[in-house]
């Protein structure tokens, strides 16, 4: 979780593997007996064989989501962002990411939300891309730790 800037989170809570890829639950251990967990990440393998990669593609989301872009669309900065959450007296941030940066090249803070199923939105500048894809992050907390959810989405990225 170091890429995503989540200190906090630091414990895999869960994994499964199927025909879409591998699904692995991340999280935090509120105690000594409980975890939580904050997202599930979905990983595809690149390439082929026992040696081909495994690259992080989003997350599977339930109750809360980054659904605006779509997965794999071309971005431009500012960037409308959105989705739906649940949950009680949310706050969102935003950040957006590239593999050669190793901070957030733009960030919003922060959305209000709660509800059940509620939408959510933002609009997040960003400078400074040279990446072909960028990975958006949204994410809340404050309750227990920082960070307590997050959903990912990558983009591709498009030169004004």
């Not at 072909?132 to 959903?151: C, K, N």
């Amino acid at each position: 979780m170091d890429y995503l800037g989540f200190t906090e989170i630091s414990a895999v809570v869960g994994t499964t593997t199927n025909g879409t890829g591998a699904h692995v639950s991340v999280g935090f251990h509120p105690t000594s007996s409980s975890s939580v967990t904050s997202a599930v990440v979905h990983l595809v393998r690149w390439g082929t064989g026992p040696d081909a990669p495994w690259e992080v593609v989003g997350t599977d989301d339930t109750t809360f989501s980054l659904t605006i872009p779509a997965y794999g669309a071309t971005a431009s900065s500012p960037l409308q962002v959105g989705g739906t959450i649940t949950g009680v007296d949310e706050n969102i941030s935003v950040k957006v990411r590239q593999p050669s940066s190793s901070s957030a090249i733009g960030s919003y803070c922060c959305t209000p939300a709660g509800g059940t199923g509620s939408p959510w939105s933002a609009t997040v500048s960003y400078a400074g891309a040279t990446d072909p894809v960028l990975t958006i992050v949204a994410a809340t907390g404050g309750h227990i730790q920082a960070v307590e959810r997050f959903t990912v989405t990558g983009v591709r990225f498009t030169a004004p």
